[in-house]
């Protein structure tokens, strides 16, 4: 009998422990359990109110009474006595349990292979097979193992969440959408994720596009830094090569300037790398996120999408940088200077020339301090007004500069210019003799048809492409569009259109370290129209660009 028994072993099996019954039950629905192993199963699920077996998935309204079958005791008995026969063999533990940062399986415990978002529960490759094998649970949706399944199960039904209410922006059951929801604006879970599936993408793109900007930074504060350590570097060979032919006396203040410069150094290089560390702090929290989004976005589970999709779709502020006035080498230049002045009249002056030395160290300060308040009335404005000439040597030939350089005009022949490679060959436009840093302000009188009030860099391209040359059309400059009376501002060929009907009077307000460049419209009030922030790394120059019958003057300003 017992070899007969041995036959058929693997019957006597429990599904959950792989190993031979042990104090054998079976439950209503015909299956053989351990003791311990379905006891432990049902307390399990205890708190969801769901037992059900777990080979057939039978449900049962309560958890079923568990006696011991003494029938399966006594054939368990007889197997264990036959010695020759090998065990059930169970998976290597090493391979098939679950670790603490795998998914285990619900009915076993071991590694799970699939989740199913119908039964709400894990299962490893044994215990998945009823949902091939089975029709009516060939029917449900299959995801990667989750430790997060409960998070879909509605806390107040106990159902499945499969639907969004767009009205309370929340992950709903069936039953929710008949009571407190009814009426509401709702959706499948599924339309909802295809949505906010292409707005992850647009956050995607702007945090990739942001990580760019930011290591463009990251590099160029790291060649300012440079550039400070060797102009630094170089003053101090200069100092030592002066210092060193004067008298004992000298020698001191040698060794004073040389610790100013020091002392200058370690500000200036500490505040780049201090931005410098902010900046990849930044860039790490952003590749962080960029990783969470990606991998959010290939979730298979359109609730947990939904779930932790606002909180890692939110953007922080991006940081402002400071603005750099970009001298590489020459961020000392003036100490070398002061040296060679004070080697010549040390006997002389040797206090003034000293003080000289530490004033020049000074202001080797490169960083801005905070800036102050931008102005809001004309007057405020008025303070910082700078008096700008045009340069008729940038002039096009198609451009009249009258009223002591201060007005151009369009006209229809071209004037008798001198040749002069600073003047524009192809786009009608010209720039200001006085380049603009610190805190500025002008006003542009316009009239005729179309005119651009504009700031550039004095190194934008003579002759080339529109985009090249004409203001606002490229990275090197920025323009106010002002066509009869609407305005739209323009940079790197990005226009920005201003609604509105606005003055033909124009003021400009530039404050070069704060990287802050704003345009207004100028009537009895001052109307801010566009403002720019970025980093301005060389000085601007005002520019103005005229059309067909068009006149522009720079105004005389109190």
């Avoid at 351990?34 to 307390?43: A, G, P, V």
């Avoid at 119908?118 to 490759?125: I, L, N, P, R, T």
């Avoid at 002392?263 to 996120?289: A, H, Y």
């Amino acid at each position: 009998m017992a070899q007969g028994i041995q036959l058929e072993r693997e019957r006597f099996s429990c599904s959950i422990c792989l190993d031979l019954l042990k104090d054998p039950v079976t439950i209503p629905c015909g299956h053989s359990y351990c003791m311990n192993c379905i006891k432990h199963h049902f307390d399990e699920n205890d708190h969801r109110s769901i037992y059900s077996c777990p080979q057939c998935r039978q449900i049962f309204i309560t958890s079923p009474t568990l006696v011991r079958n003494n029938m399966l005791v006594f054939v368990v008995e007889e197997l264990k006595k036959t010695a020759a026969q090998p065990k059930v063999q169970t998976a290597p533990v090493d391979v098939y349990h679950a670790r603490p940062e795998d998914v285990a399986c619900d009915v076993c415990n071991l590694k799970a292979f699939k989740s199913c978002l119908q039964c709400v529960a894990s299962f490893c490759k044994e215990h998945l097979q009823p949902h091939y094998d089975v029709a009516p649970l060939k029917k449900h949706k299959l995801v990667e193992p989750s430790k997060k399944l409960q998070d879909t199960i509605c806390s107040h039904h106990q159902e499945v969440m499969k639907l969004f209410c767009r009205t309370d922006q929340q992950c709903i059951c069936y039953l929710c959408s008949k009571d407190e929801h009814k009426g509401h604006d709702k959706v499948s879970a599924a339309a909802e994720r295809t949505e906010r599936q292409r707005e992850l993408w647009v956050t995607q793109k702007k945090i990739q596009q942001r990580i760019q900007d930011k290591d463009k930074d990251v590099k160029f504060f790291q060649q300012e830094e440079d550039a400070v350590s060797q102009s630094a570097e170089i003053a101090l060979r200069n100092t030592e090569k002066v210092f060193t032919e004067l008298t004992r006396i000298i020698e001191r203040r040698c060794a004073d300037v040389k610790e100013k410069i020091k002392s200058r150094e370690k500000t200036e290089v500490g505040r780049f790398k201090k931005v410098k560390d902010k900046l990849g702090q930044e860039i790490t929290e952003l590749r962080t996120r960029d990783a969470e989004l990606v991998k959010l976005s290939h979730t298979e589970d359109h609730t947990h999408f939904l779930l932790n999709y606002l909180s890692l779709s939110r953007l922080c502020e991006s940081t402002q940088l400071p603005t750099v006035n970009v001298r590489r080498l020459r961020y000392f230049e003036k100490v070398t200077v002061a040296l060679s002045e004070a080697r010549d009249k040390i006997l002389e002056v040797l206090g003034q020339e000293y003080a000289k030395i530490a004033e020049t160290v000074a202001e080797a300060d490169v960083l801005p301090q905070n800036p102050q308040a931008e102005p809001k009335t004309r007057p405020d404005f008025l303070r910082y007004a700078c008096q700008i000439t045009l340069d008729p040597n940038t002039a096009n030939a198609r451009l009249s500069i009258s009223k002591g350089n201060r007005k151009a005009a369009f006209t229809r022949s071209e004037q008798q210019c001198s040749q002069h490679p600073e003047r524009f060959a192809c786009s009608w436009q010209v720039l200001s003799k006085e380049s603009l840093t610190g805190r500025c302000y002008w006003e542009v009188e316009r009239s005729g048809r179309g005119v651009l009030v504009a700031a550039s860099y004095k190194n934008i391209s003579r002759a080339g492409t529109f985009d090249e040359c004409v203001f606002g059309h490229n990275e090197k400059s920025w323009a106010l569009d002002c066509y009869k009376n609407s305005y739209e501002f323009t940079h790197n060929n990005i226009k920005t259109p201003i609604p509105g009907t606005w003055s033909s009077r124009v003021g400009v307000y530039l404050d070069h370290s704060a990287g802050i460049l704003s345009f207004y419209s100028v009537s009895d009030t001052m109307t801010l129209l566009h403002r720019v922030q970025t980093t301005f790394t060389q000085p601007l120059y005002a520019g103005l660009w005229l059309s067909d019958g068009a006149s522009a003057e720079v105004c005389q300003l109190k």
